[in-house]
């Protein structure tokens, strides 16, 4: 059984690599700063130990209940420091640490010669940490402190390359919208903090997780504490914040503009663990989620709306990174919708396999722009025959996104249509149907973008780089930033220190569907349906319920469905850039206004930006608090001034100087005096 | 000669001497009006001990001599004061050439 100290470890370990090289190698020994990535490598590499021998413990089933510490009292409830170690927590730890550990060992190859070497280890070690930390917190204040540091994190990573005003414009971006979301989290707080005497009277801690999902139960011996509308609420406000984070539709508008980053951080932070943490929000306070029909209804229907949404877009996308963002976007939808039908496991299933093979696409990206130094796929092509590896690996990874037996993203996203089919009860049936209709449609147009992706990248002559990149930009217009982050073109594999991690990733990628949730019998000492089961009986022990939850019974009718779905955009995305390449053009005069509508992704940056920030907010928000400033406080303030110096030089007539009408004055005055006073009497 | 009589000379002094101060423009003639209400008040003041006496000493009135001693006091303080103000007055002719009063104004500002 692990102990506190090893838990604490995991998450204090990243911190301090991070200290190291913010604090001792960058300041002092910058020159060497392959020292800082070496020691967040041999950090993480130390967590990624202690996690597993976590998930050990927690699979084992030990009692993994910790005394939290007490750090502040604010009237009936108690901020605590404390560890909440369930199977989520336990899985979610191997997830970041795994992941994160593969993304460094790839960023020393990628971010090679980089001049701010030693400070990207910092940020991304101080990433890693507040993500391990917000995993394992027990508090809800806790909680939001790293979901916010994670926030902070993102924010410096994305504009990584500040010196480029598009990465800082994208960081703001990413900064302000997940800000949005934010707010509704912590209204949902605050909420909690109000009813803190209804829960103190019941003996629990409206900031302790298990204890908020003791209120929201009715069943439960305290009574419901929180329910009805209230519950509802609450669950919508908690939604905000991972919708913020998770880039569910309408704030999903940030997460391809943070691809500005450097690939490792994209793959890591945007596409395999940060913006998992949204799910991850839902998953954590499932138990409150599963009272409000309401509440999953909305979480469904938005995560089966972006799944489709967001998958349109990737279609006609021509920069590769944008490509996988709305991919991302789209299977964090499916990861909600699945969530909100009720599909605890497999939602976190799928989290957990999507990390690996959208880790592995993002890095194939990289070191695909690390030979051809664009991101742009209409200069790249022909790639397969120099970059052998990197186009294994990543047609792997593509058709485990599209779900093509026996990949990972297979088993796991055929949970979910499964379950989704099915049905859990939670939900009204036409939710159900509504959902598995647009998941469906989400896969024909995940398969189509993701051949695409894979043709225009590897399949056909080589396009010209970055070279023609920049030619053809500069002769277009007078727009001559240099865009890649790094220049010129030297077609050939990456170096064995970014193969090697991707390498891991494939493999992973290729067996963890099926040996994590065998699906007919027992393989290799893991038992059938291991980690639904596993996740399942978590969320049971947090529900005090007893016995196991049921998990889902492999149908080959819906295997058939999702691979013919799946078949049916690969065939298309064949059939258009890869057979007959002429037709391309073709097809896009036919349907010219449905391409522009997606190329300028459903005008949704226009109505925010243009719309709703400069017309709205600027115009008339902020012009009209610029007119009452303008007038009526400055109005107030110069009213004073003047009237002050007004009477001034009004009452300074009167100062003539002349002593004797001064005198004259006071003798008259004091006569006055002295005849009221005999008046009066 | 009864008590009023000596407060009507006084009151008739004081006031000339008031209008003096207050009307004259010659700050010799400013300072002498003002010589002239010190000895109306001293007149009062004189007046009030002979007749007036305070509370529990109306049979020994002779012996209370406060208004005297207030008189010769203002006298003391008068002379002092006369000696500096014409001590300003030459002062100020020295340097205005001038002992007109409603030409001092520079205190104004």
């Known amino acids: 059984m692990v102990s506190e100290a090893v838990i604490w470890s995991i998450f204090l370990l990243p911190l301090g690599s991070f200290m190291f090289a913010a604090l001792v190698v960058r300041p002092l020994f910058n020159r060497y700063s392959l020292i800082s990535g070496l020691a967040t490598i041999g950090a993480l590499g130390t967590a990624l130990g202690l996690s597993i021998w976590t998930l050990r413990s927690a699979i084992l089933g030990h009692h993994l209940e910790f005394e939290p510490l007490k750090w502040l009292e604010v009237g009936d409830a108690t901020i605590e420091i404390g560890l909440l170690v369930d199977p989520l927590t336990a899985l979610m730890l191997v997830v970041v640490t795994g992941v994160s550990l593969l993304v460094q060992i790839y960023s020393l190859g990628y ?68 800000r949005i979301g934010d707010v509704g989290f912590l209204i949902a707080i605050l909420y909690l903090f109000t009813q803190a005497e209804t829960f103190s009277a019941a003996g629990l801690n409206a900031f302790h997780i298990p204890d908020i999902w003791m209120a929201a139960q009715a069943e439960a011996a305290a009574g419901a504490i929180i329910g009805g509308t209230a519950l509802t609420w609450l669950a919508l406000g908690i939604f905000a914040g991972a919708a913020g984070k998770s880039g569910q539709f309408p704030l999903h508008t940030w997460l391809p503009d943070a691809m500005e980053g450097p690939t490792p951080v994209s793959a890591l932070i945007h596409a395999a663990t940060m913006v998992a943490a949204g799910v991850f929000l839902v998953a954590r306070f499932f138990p409150v989620f599963e009272h409000s029909i309401d509440a999953m209804t909305v979480v469904a229907l938005v995560g089966a709306f972006t799944a489709v949404f967001a998958a349109s877009m990737g279609l006609v996308m021509n920069d590769i990174k944008r490509v996988m963002a709305y991919s991302t976007v789209s299977q964090l939808g499916y990861m909600m919708a699945a969530l909100g039908l ?191 089961a596993f996740l399942s009986d978590g969320l049971a022990e947090a529900k005090n319920a007893i016995g196991h939850h049921e998990t889902l019974e492999f149908s080959r009718g819906m295997a058939l469905v999702s691979t013919l779905a799946a078949l049916l955009g690969i065939g298309l995305a064949v059939l258009v850039y890869l057979k007959r390449r002429r037709l391309v053009s073709d097809i896009l005069v036919l349907v010219k206004p449905v391409h522009i509508l997606l190329t300028q992704k459903y005008y949704m940056d226009y109505l925010y930006e243009n719309l709703m920030v400069r017309k709205w907010f600027y115009r008339v928000f902020a012009g009209t608090l610029d007119w009452l400033e303008k007038n009526i406080i400055d109005g107030t303030v110069d009213l004073v001034g003047w009237f002050f110096r007004n009477i001034g030089t009004a009452i300074g007539k009167f100062q003539t100087g002349q002593v004797q009408t001064y005198a004259t004055v006071i003798a008259f005055a004091v006569l006055a005096i002295i005849l009221a006073l005999l008046l009066v009497d | 000669m009864s008590f009023e009589s000596f407060l009507i000379v006084a009151a008739i002094l004081f006031c000339i001497g008031l209008y003096g101060a207050l009307a004259r423009r010659n700050v010799l003639a400013v300072l002498m009006s003002i010589e002239l209400m010190f000895n109306a008040v001293n007149i009062t003041l004189v007046a009030m001990a002979k007749y007036l006496a305070p509370a529990g000493l109306q049979d020994d009135i002779s012996t209370v001599l406060t208004g005297q001693v207030f008189a010769v006091f203002i006298i003391t303080v008068a002379a002092a004061e006369i000696a500096l103000g014409l001590g300003i007055v030459f002062a100020m002719y020295r340097t205005d050439e001038t002992v007109d009063l409603s030409e001092a104004i520079q205190m104004r500002h």
């Open chain 1, 111 to 178: 971010m090679k010669g980089d001049p701010s070497f030693s400070r990207y280890y910092a940020y991304m070690s101080l990433f890693t940490a507040a993500m391990l930390g917000l995993v394992m917190s027990s508090n809800i204040i806790q909680l939001y402190m790293f979901w916010e540091l994670v926030g902070v994190s993102s924010y410096l990573l994305i504009g990584f390359w500040h010196e480029r005003p598009s990465a800082a414009a994208a960081a703001k971006k990413a900064f302000i919208i997940t």
């Open chain 1, 342 to 532: 009720g599909l605890y496991a497999p939602a976190i299933f799928h989290l957990v396999t999507h990390a690996a093979f959208k880790a592995l696409l993002f890095l194939g990206a990289g070191s695909v722009n690390h030979a051809t130094g664009t991101f742009d796929m209409r200069y790249m092509g022909g790639l397969r025959k120099v970059m052998p590896v990197t186009y294994v690996l990543m047609f792997i990874a593509g058709l485990s996104l599209v779900g093509i037996i026996p990949l990972a993203g297979f088993w796991s996203k055929d949970e979910i249509l499964l379950g989704a089919w099915d049905g859990t009860g939670l939900v009204d049936t036409w939710v159900n149907r509504v959902t598995f209709f647009s998941l469906i449609v989400g896969v024909v147009a995940t398969a189509f973008y993701t051949m695409r992706m894979i043709i225009l990248t590897f399949h056909g002559e080589f396009r010209g780089g970055i070279d023609k990149e920049i030619e053809d930009r500069s002769s277009d217009a007078a727009d001559d930033t240099n865009h890649s982050a790094h220049g010129g073109i030297h077609l050939h594999e990456s170096p064995l220190v970014m193969i090697l991690p991707m390498l891991v990733l494939g493999v992973i990628t290729v067996v963890i569907g099926y040996i994590a949730n065998p699906q007919w019998v027992d393989e290799f000492g893991i038992p059938k349906h291991w980690i639904t």
